[in-house]
């Protein structure tokens, strides 16, 4: 085993755990700021109380978000040096962006949103926590358009090996990125529609009915992210078709170029023609496969393995399209079950508490085979992984920070998960009851 292999290794562990909080903040902090927006417009006090509940069930996953994040900043530097150097030029613009400007504004208004109740007026607090929401989804656009250059680098030029951005607009407004930030958003929608889901399932077999309104306003989110999904998935199977056919192959385990290719459910299972359909709106028309482009990149390259590893491709995409479509279907069914304001059946929340993982592996399953699949280049066409790692770091190095940060990640999930059960269980804090009129004593002149 080699220091790349560990090295990789390192960064899908922390990168995968980041990911889990970052959809979720995303989603959860535009729910929140959904329910103090009706708060404020109708003054009934349990939409108080949920904003108080869910905003602090926000604010455990943004912290550990902001701390797991972190380490994704040290990584570059410590094991991709190389990569760091060759894309700096690139990154530098839309990275400051991110920590200039949509961090910064999330973060200052987040902290006058948590401190500002009772001292700022109702309106300017209610503006804070919005405020706060558009600041994290301009962070992930910022990052996602970094991301979208690596696995179609556009407006840049190389320069004593190292790539030099020419135009900035052309970056930010990447065709992969226009594509992949509202599949990502409208998928952490739906990740953090299945939480509130299975939070108040949990919170309705307990019997408190203050959660049917949350739940609603859930199933709701997450079938309307559902149909974002599906579009933006679609328009990302047309670009992979053109600018990254090897990670299409893979996903769809297609070996040679094929002519009204099929889809493929599962081994064995397939649709036909239905992958050229997908791929560019034409049933007849060629797919290429894994052993043909790998022939002709090396014809372009030289020597080489241009494959990535086929397997984790092929299943991580059926874990995202099956556990993801399984999520939506639930909100769906459940838009039906409660229609009319009918009771949620009990069967239906216990339903809700269980798919919660489902969402979270569909949104792991849909990295893996976006980062995955683009090996093994860092930048596609211009910069290999195997090249990208840094040459001074030692097997044994990386292999005692891996085992520092497993670790500690560790600790940090049983932190999380302890402080997020412990805050449903106890539910939102009761109404604050009524002031007592003084009790009068008895007068001596009556």
């Known amino acids: 085993m080699e220091a790349l292999d560990l090295a990789r290794w390192q960064f899908g562990v922390t990168t995968v755990y980041h990911f889990l909080f970052v959809p979720l903040t995303i989603g959860l902090g535009v729910f929140v700021a959904g329910l103090q927006t009706a708060w404020h417009r109708t003054g009934k006090e349990h939409y108080l109380r ?52 949509a961090f910064f ?13 009772d001292k700022l007026p109702k309106r300017v607090h209610l503006a804070t926590i919005w405020a706060a929401v558009i600041g994290s989804n301009l962070s992930a656009y910022f990052i996602l358009a970094a991301n979208a ?3 179609h680098p556009v407006g840049y030029e190389v320069v004593d090996g190292r790539a030099r951005m020419t135009d900035l607009w052309a970056v930010l407004t990447n065709s992969t990125a226009l594509a992949q930030v509202p599949h990502v958003i409208a998928a952490s929608f739906i990740v953090a529609g299945g939480f509130v889901l299975a939070v108040s399932g949990h919170r309705l077999l307990r019997g408190d009915t203050t959660f049917r309104s949350p739940l609603r306003g859930a199933l709701v989110m997450t079938a309307i992210a559902g149909a974002v999904v599906a579009g933006s998935g679609d328009m990302s199977a047309k670009l992979m078709y053109e600018q990254q056919p090897m990670k299409l192959a893979a996903a769809e385990g297609l070996t040679h170029d094929t002519k009204g290719a099929p889809f493929h459910v599962l081994p064995g299972i397939e649709i036909p023609k239905l992958l050229s359909f997908l791929s ?18 090396e014809e372009k390259f030289g020597p080489g393995d241009y494959r990535p590893n086929q397997e984790v ?115 939102p804090e009761l109404p604050s009851a009524p002031a007592a009129e003084p009790v009068r004593e008895p007068s001596l002149m009556y």
Do not use: C, H
């Open 149 to 151: 250059w690596m696995k």
């Open 50 to 101: 949920l904003t108080k509940f869910f905003g602090k069930l926000f604010l455990i996953n943004f912290a550990m978000g902001v701390v797991t994040g972190i380490v994704q900043e040290f990584q570059f530097g410590m094991n991709w040096s190389e990569y760091s150097v060759f894309v700096g030029d690139v990154f530098g613009a839309p990275l400051a962006l991110e920590a200039l400007l």
């Open 280 to 297: 560019t709106n034409d049933f007849e028309a060629t797919v290429q496969g894994s052993e043909d482009i790998q022939r002709r990149l």
């Open 313 to 427: 491709v092929f299943w991580s995409y059926r874990v995202m399209l099956g556990f993801g479509l399984s999520t939506v279907g639930l909100s769906v069914l459940g838009l039906w079950l409660t229609r009319r304001r009918r009771q949620v059946p009990p069967w239906y929340a216990k339903a809700l508490v269980l798919a919660l993982p489902l969402p979270l592996l569909a949104v792991i399953g849909g990295w893996l085979l976006s980062e995955i699949g683009r090996q093994p280049w860092t930048v596609a066409g211009e910069l290999l992984t195997a090249a990208s790692v840094s040459p001074g770091v030692s097997l044994a190095e990386v292999a005692t920070s891996l085992t520092l940060f497993t670790l500690l990640y560790g600790v940090l999930a049983l932190a999380e998960v302890v402080l997020l059960v412990r805050s449903v269980r106890k539910g």
């Open 105 to 117: 504004m999330e973060s200052t208004f987040l902290g006058l949103w948590i401190f500002g109740w």
